[in-house]
């Protein structure tokens, strides 16, 4: 009987593990993607159509799902939705539907990061990396 509560704590330890390693490989590829489109993105006006909270924090500060609808230069509109994280004060401004700069993947136009918002006239660092050296 001592032998397979062991055996099924261990197997519960395990399956821990490989959840909380799988969660933190999302999170690296989610962020070097985010860095990569910060670098290399295509900056683009947009408007905020939709914004609401995910309930998440990260560091105290609320995530936020953004929809907004992108003008390219070609003048193509397209719809894209990201999830930021955003303090308070950012989220007033976009929440009067102001507009925003964005940067958008080349290869995917679904892939956006908020870059700059018009009202507080902040630009962005980026997004938040969990891996960027402090």
Same mark, same amino acid.
Request: proline share 4%; aromatic share 8%; charged share 25%.
């Given at each position: 009987?001592?032998n397979?509560?062991e055996?099924?704590?261990?197997?519960?330890?395990?399956? !821990?593990?490989?959840?909380?390693?799988?969660s933190? /490989?999302?999170?690296?590829?989610?962020?070097?993607?985010?860095?990569?489109i910060l =670098?290399?993105?295509?900056?683009?006006?947009?408007?905020?159509?939709?914004? /609401?909270?995910?309930?998440?924090? !990260?560091?105290? !500060?609320?995530?936020?799902?953004?929809?907004?609808?992108?003008?390219?230069?070609?003048?193509?509109?397209?719809?894209?939705?990201?999830?930021?994280? !955003?303090?308070?004060a950012d989220?007033d401004?976009?929440?009067?539907?102001?507009?925003?700069?964005?940067k958008?993947? =080349?290869?995917?136009?679904?892939?956006? /990061?908020?870059?700059?918002?018009? =009202?507080?006239?902040?630009?962005?660092?980026?997004?938040?990396?969990p891996?960027?050296?402090?």
């Amino acid at each position: 009987m001592e032998n397979n509560r062991e055996i099924g704590a261990t197997i519960m330890v395990l399956i !821990l593990a490989a959840f909380c390693f799988i969660s933190w /490989i999302k999170q690296v590829i989610a962020a070097r993607r985010k860095m990569k489109i910060l =670098k290399e993105g295509i900056a683009a006006q947009a408007r905020v159509l939709h914004i /609401i909270p995910t309930g998440v924090y !990260l560091n105290n !500060l609320p995530e936020f799902q953004v929809q907004v609808q992108v003008r390219q230069a070609s003048g193509d509109d397209f719809v894209a939705r990201t999830t930021e994280v !955003l303090p308070y004060a950012d989220y007033d401004a976009i929440r009067k539907k102001q507009e925003v700069t964005v940067k958008y993947d =080349k290869a995917s136009c679904s892939r956006i /990061i908020l870059y700059h918002i018009e =009202k507080t006239g902040r630009i962005e660092a980026g997004p938040y990396n969990p891996i960027a050296p402090a």
